[in-house]
């Protein structure tokens, strides 16, 4: 099976903080994905990235960075931290002409 | 990208087969019929997915109708566990399609005891 994992389920961050989210996937997969989770809006990606040390924005990358050193791993990183960034983040891989997902982090910025 | 209908929730007995129903009409040549799930607080989980033949596999059944316009996704006995959102998703093959990924409002799937 092929597995996606997020590092963390539950964070708790305050403003201005640097947060990272890291996600790892077992599949030698080479596309990875950052999206964001909100009620009413659906997915929204932030980042993805087709091969190590390389990235693209997606349709919502302010505010965001992401670091890809090594193929399974792909970062999210949030310089500082502000409340408009809760909310559940979800990381993604393609292998099999279908994308996966890990099982989401959720973020809260008090 | 092509449009999908469904309706918006869907009650279903325990033991019994859920039938989730997906327009989409506008679907073009190309495209694949994605399902996924959602249960509350997790990711999204791959289920199954087709092109124009009907598809089984160990989670569900995919029945895609000749013309294409439209799909049933069947959960053959329901457990309260399948209790979900059910989303139907239309994309073109091809990893780099993923880049831009949308789901609708989906089906909110009740299984009751």
């Known amino acids: 099976d092929v597995k996606v994992t997020q590092s963390s389920r539950y964070l708790v961050k305050r403003t201005g903080e640097k947060v990272f989210l890291e996600c790892v996937q077992d599949?030698?997969?080479?596309?990875m994905f950052w999206y964001r989770q909100d009620p009413g809006l659906g997915l929204r990606l932030i980042y993805f990235s087709y091969d190590v040390k390389m990235k693209e924005k997606g349709d919502i990358p302010e505010g965001y960075s992401v670091s890809r050193e090594k193929k399974e791993r792909f970062s999210l990183i949030l310089e500082s931290a502000s409340t408009n960034q809760t909310s559940m983040y979800l990381c993604?891989?393609?292998?099999?002409?279908?994308?996966?997902f890990g099982e989401g982090s959720w973020l809260t910025v008090v | 990208d092509a449009k999908t209908t469904q309706p918006p929730s869907m009650d279903c007995a325990e033991g019994r087969a859920a039938n989730l129903p997906c327009n989409h009409s506008t679907i073009s040549g190309n495209e694949y019929v994605y399902w996924y799930r959602q249960i509350h607080s997790q990711g999204p989980q791959y289920i199954i997915h087709g092109l124009k033949n009907n598809e089984t596999n160990e989670m569900a059944s995919l029945i895609i109708t000749e013309d294409r316009k439209s799909s049933t996704l069947i959960l053959p006995h329901a457990t309260l566990r399948d209790t979900a959102v059910y989303y139907c998703i239309v994309r073109a093959k091809g990893e780099y399609n993923f880049n831009k990924f949308y789901f609708g409002s989906g089906t909110k799937l009740n299984v009751k005891p």
């Open positions: 993604a891989s393609t292998g099999r002409n279908t994308i996966y």
């Open positions: 599949m030698d997969h080479e596309n």
